[in-house]
């Protein structure tokens, strides 16, 4: 069982930046690669980044556009995500997401999901 809390959302002004995390519970981080995924009111919930175990492959969405950074601290249990030059477009609830299969640029593998912390981008 793992439980993840995300951290770090809040209202931030366009070109603004946030950093969010995701600390994980258990002692099994490591095992599982991690996703970000975002939910806008209306719209389906979508990829934004995905890590693997290691860290070391990484894929994002083609929105992010280079503006988005993913890394993970597995002493720390911890996932991030840098979000950078936000845009109003932005705005969703952004959840992560532990997958044991490995990195996944869909829902439907991810094993377990946080709560989701909440971002606003003003413009």
């Known amino acids: 069982q793992v439980q993840l809390v995300e951290s770090g959302g809040g209202l931030v002004q366009a070109g603004g930046s946030l950093r969010l995390s995701c600390a994980a519970s258990g002692r099994t981080f490591s095992s599982y690669a991690m996703g970000w995924f975002r939910q806008a009111p209306g719209k389906e919930r979508e990829f934004v980044a995905t890590?693997?175990?290691?860290?070391?492959?990484?894929n994002y969405a083609d929105f992010v556009k280079g503006r988005f950074t993913i890394s993970r601290d597995n002493a720390k249990n911890t996932v991030y995500l840098q979000m950078n030059n936000l845009e109003p477009e932005d705005t969703a609830v952004y959840f992560c997401a532990a997958c044991a299969a490995g990195r996944s640029v869909v829902a439907a593998p991810y094993d377990y999901w946080g709560q989701g912390t909440q971002v606003t981008v003003s413009s």
């Open positions: 890590i693997s175990r290691g860290g070391s492959n990484i």
